[in-house]
């Protein structure tokens, strides 16, 4: 079908294009919201544990601090030991 | 089209400053934050840029034993076991004691030839970190703390037992342990002295049973023993309780009885909880991750905020996925 036969609407498909690129960016915000909800919803629990690196108690018995049980770095706690600096080679 | 664009970028923007930022301690004390841009392995020098910008050099004497312990983890692949080994030992004399564990782990997997390095050098990891756990003890109570100098004599005989210091520590646990404990509901005591000749004396007998228990579960010679122990000192809390609920609903009218009550719950609560971690952390050495895990739960059901029994569950968590740090 030729442009020129289609209705005058369908040629200037601004207007449904910018809300179908609005839709995808909708649903990929409700997307992260949910994911990032989800997240908290599950890190609550971890977020519980302080970090103790530093402490003497964390020399011995290694800090619960989810970060650190994952094997990160906890970028708040300048004592924390746990994951590596990123050092660019 | 443009919104979303924009929006995006602007989360970008926001999140890329905050993820960038990391902590570096020098040996001062003093925390720079900002981003470590190179490592140069032969000069042993950190380039750093800082968050205001400036480029600095730091040789790695001129950092805090953690910072360095960080950079060399930062450069050493677990694939290389006598970086490992090495590795461990820096954390070993720098304190680290659970990370040097660890990385001896890893010496051994990457490298099986390793075996005897890392036995001789773990056996002095065990040796130092037994007496660095008696000098806080000691330390503790040289200051009047004798429940801190308690809880370090406890991380000695759980987590090193065979070492020679675990003798010395039984010995201050015998001695000071029960006088702690007991001093904990002296007040009350005094305040209720008439009730605990009466109503209170079954309560107070089982209360004073589960602290004995717990003391004598901590010195067992075997872990039979202490388990068994443990479990007779948890019955005795339940009991405590009964009596407390009971006596709470006989005198509705007594302020002394219901000001009372809440405190010595939280007494039996606190000890009981701190039973079902000494029982936690015996199954988690054991390898029991099913049972440690049920103590840890139950330790957090009496108290839910309890920061011990929620670390004590992430641990056990992360040691039934990932496999125990054996040291």
Not at chain 2, 167 to 183: I, K, L, Q, S
Request: aromatic share 6%; glycine share 6%.
């Amino acid at each position: 079908m030729s442009v020129r036969n289609e209705p005058p609407l369908a040629r200037y498909p601004v207007a449904p294009e910018e809300s179908k690129s609005m839709r995808s960016f909708l649903l990929f915000v409700l997307v992260l919201v949910c994911s990032t909800s989800l997240a908290c919803r599950s890190g609550a629990r971890r977020s519980e544990v302080p970090c103790t690196c530093g402490t003497p108690e964390a020399d011995f018995h290694g800090c619960a601090h989810h970060l650190c049980l994952a094997g990160q770095r906890n970028p708040e706690n300048p004592d924390c030991v746990c994951g590596t600096l990123t050092i660019p080679k | 089209m443009r919104l979303p664009c924009a929006s995006l970028a602007l989360l970008v923007a926001l999140a890329l400053p905050a993820a960038a930022q990391e902590k570096i301690k020098l040996k001062s004390g003093k925390v720079v934050s900002g981003r470590a841009t190179a490592y140069d392995d032969d000069r042993q020098i950190l380039s750093f840029r800082t968050e205001a910008g400036e480029e600095v050099q730091w040789p790695l004497d001129q950092l805090d034993s953690r910072s360095v312990y960080l950079i060399y983890a930062s450069v050493i692949p677990k694939e290389n076991g006598k970086g490992q080994l090495q590795l461990a030992n820096f954390a070993r004399d720098a304190g680290l004691y659970e990370h040097a564990a660890r990385r001896y782990g890893y010496a051994k997997e990457a490298d099986p030839s390793l075996a005897a390095d890392v036995e001789r050098e773990g056996a002095q990891l065990r040796r130092v970190a037994a007496e660095a756990c008696l000098a806080k003890a000691r330390e503790a109570r040289q200051k009047g703390d004798e429940k801190e100098a308690q809880k370090w004599l406890a991380t000695l005989l759980e987590r090193l037992p065979n070492e020679p210091q675990a003798a010395e520590a039984a010995a201050m646990v015998e001695e000071g342990y029960a006088r702690e404990a007991n001093a904990r509901d002296d007040a009350l005591e005094q305040k209720l002295s008439d009730l605990l000749e009466k109503d209170l004396k079954k309560g107070k007998e089982h209360y004073d049973k589960m602290i004995e228990r717990t003391r004598d579960g901590l010195t067992a010679r075997n872990d039979g023993k202490a388990e068994s122990l443990w479990k007779q000192a948890l019955k005795d809390g339940d009991v405590v309780l009964e009596e407390i609920e009971r006596l709470a609903k006989k005198y509705p009218d007594d302020a002394r009885v219901q000001e009372g009550a809440p405190k010595y719950r939280q007494l039996t609560i606190d000890q009981m909880v701190e039973v079902h971690l000494h029982l936690a952390s015996q199954y988690t050495v054991k390898s029991s991750f099913k049972a440690a895990m049920k103590e840890a739960n139950a330790a957090l059901a009496l108290d839910p905020k309890s920061g011990e029994a929620l670390a004590a569950r992430a641990r056990i968590e992360q040691a039934s996925n990932e496999g125990l740090i054996d040291w």
